[in-house]
């Protein structure tokens, strides 16, 4: 699935950034394969605001389209 089609509220892990024409800058501020991301809320122009860590990131309609994500796995213990 897309960034933009994770629900709000989820955790998910960015599988691939290969579509989007500045995915050398996205890898550079973090949304990497294999970075863990939480779904913060959507933003006025259909975005998303992200939670990466303790840091907090907004990208919009067309940056959250190019990503593609998968559910986040929770370790057990």
Known sequence: MTLHQAPVGTAVTVVD???H???QRLAEVGLRPGALVAVLRRTSGDGRLLGLGPARMAVD??????L????ATVPTS
């Open 17 to 19: 950034i290969s579509a």
């Open 21 to 23: 024409p500045r995915a």
């Open 61 to 66: 309609r067309t940056t959250a389209t190019a």
């Open 68 to 71: 593609l994500v998968a559910p």
